[in-house]
């Protein structure tokens, strides 16, 4: 069980009501946080992230009852899906309220919002009071952050405060459901499966549409690292490891074979639950692990893997 450091929570909410930044957990990766009603404050995470402006946010609350501090026209079914995965790994776009700042939405007429369940993350909200507008703490583009340390490695002694809660159980960042158009669409998958969300709705989530809002994570290349990492088939894989050249970064649901070849090879757990929860640590090991590049080996079809897909799809596309 995390043990929240309630001092250290005090501390983290008192610099967000002064607009600083904190790096808080969540259930799905570590995030970096600013007073959502602050232009200034949340203005520091496009400066920190070197992330585009017009990238909106998610905001985090506490509770599902400040829904309509920030969106209106909330529909029923929104509450029916709060009702059933919040608090959770599960991000609503609604139509934001006027008086919502610009630089929180990237201009957009909607906003997403997401009650996290992470202990740590409910005391830091709960102390604060207000929307914590907090997309994952690392540079953008690059891989998200699971651990404190991974944090710390990013961005040194440049925040303000980082709270410590562990590794982040999901792994992987929220479920976007659209709900400020005529019908339900899935924007970004995750932990929340498409299956889940239609069994709530009692209809199929769709596709998104050029006419969508623009989300986090939707951009062909995201989460990657920097050394350069390829999708390849196990076969792939088998023939590029017993080629005796520069060192060489896998990552694989199977053991590494036998043999001193230079590299590093990582086995990924086999089930996606398990699989989602170590991507981003795995791909940090790799990263770092000195390889002339990473292999990534191609992941099952079912639809149980589609945010796994999602995610690494994203990240081996830069090559």
């Known amino acids: 069980m995390t043990t929240v450091d309630a001092d250290a929570v005090a501390r983290a909410a008192e610099v967000l009501r002064r607009g600083g930044l904190v790096a808080f957990p969540t259930e799905t990766v570590y995030g970096l946080g600013a007073d959502a009603s602050q232009p200034a404050a949340v203005r520091k995470i496009f400066a920190a992230k070197g992330r585009p402006a017009d990238h909106p946010l ?33 991000t609503l776009v609604l139509k934001r309220r006027p008086d919502i700042n610009d630089v929180v939405t990237g201009g957009q007429d909607t906003i997403g919002l997401r009650i996290p369940s992470h202990p740590v993350a409910q005391a830091l909200l709960r102390g604060f009071g207000g929307g914590v ?15 404190a340390a991974h944090v710390r490695a990013e961005f040194g002694d440049s925040l303000d405060v980082i709270l410590e809660g562990g590794q982040s159980d ?23 499966s498409a299956e889940a969300l239609a069994r709530v709705l009692g209809t199929a989530v769709r596709s998104p549409t050029s006419m969508s809002p623009r989300v986090s994570g939707s951009l062909e290349s995201h989460y990657a ?11 792939a894989i088998d023939v590029a490891w017993s080629d005796p050249g520069a060192p060489l970064g896998v990552l694989s649901r199977r053991a590494r074979p036998a043999g001193d070849r230079p590299g590093l090879w990582v086995t990924a757990p086999g089930d996606p639950d398990g699989y989602a929860h170590d991507l981003y640590a795995s791909l940090r090991r790799l990263d770092e692990g000195g390889c002339d ?25 830069a090559s």
């Open 58 to 90: 998610i905001v985090h609350l506490a509770e599902a009852a400040q829904l309509t501090q920030w969106a209106v026209a909330i529909p029923a079914i929104a509450w029916r899906l709060a009702e059933a995965f919040w608090p959770g790994p599960l």
């Open 293 to 317: 590049r990473i292999l990534v080996e191609t992941l099952p079809d079912g639809p149980e893997w589609s945010a796994i897909r999602d995610r690494v799809g994203r990240a081996t596309a």
């Open 133 to 147: 507008a907090g997309p994952s703490a690392n540079r953008f583009g690059r891989i998200s952050p699971t651990t």
């Open 225 to 235: 690292p920097r050394t350069q990492a390829v999708l390849a088939t196990a076969d």
């Open 170 to 192: 999901v792994g992987i960042e929220s479920t976007i459901v659209d709900l400020s158009g005529e019908a339900p669409a899935l924007l970004r998958p995750g932990h929340v």
